[in-house]
């Protein structure tokens, strides 16, 4: 069963990240992945739309159809997709050679991240990034 890094781990990631891709990000203003893609933006990380379905730019930034298509490295994928549908991202997490495979609140997957993890990777489940970004760093914008 997966366990969660420890708070000051899981301060050290968000310190440290700079790009951040928002897996299943939503163009429209009033869904969470949106208010929270939003507030990373806000607290000075780089975001980047992942979502297939996407063809304009979200939040100013071009949207991409997977992980791996980014060409800039990506600290954390971060996730807004039913619990379901992890393992793809995993894999293309994986792939990107991303560092964490972070799955928001009430998203999680055993499988998603065993891959992950075997991989090398990070992984946190089942907890809101905006809220620990608050809660561990403050609130402050990264330095």
């Not at 301060?11 to 507030?39: C, F, W």
């Not at 489940?125 to 330095?143: E, F, Q, Y």
Request: with cysteine.
């Amino acid at each position: 069963m997966h366990q969660n890094p420890d708070n000051g781990t899981i301060r050290q990631l968000l310190a440290e990240a700079r790009n951040i891709a928002v897996v299943g990000l939503s163009d429209k203003p009033h869904r969470t992945s949106y208010m929270i893609a939003q507030a990373l933006q806000d607290a000075g990380y780089r975001i980047f739309p992942v979502n297939p379905m996407l063809t304009e730019t979200v939040l100013g930034e071009k949207p991409f159809a997977s992980v791996r298509e980014i060409e800039e490295p990506i600290d954390i994928v971060d996730v807004f997709r039913r619990s379901e549908h992890c393992v793809p991202v995993a894999e293309d997490a994986v792939q990107a050679k991303a560092k964490v495979l972070w799955l928001q609140q009430g998203i999680v997957n055993e499988e998603a991240a065993v891959i992950a993890r075997e991989a090398g990777l990070t992984v946190i489940m089942g907890r809101c990034i905006k809220v620990d970004h608050a809660i561990l760093l403050g609130g402050r914008p990264r330095s």
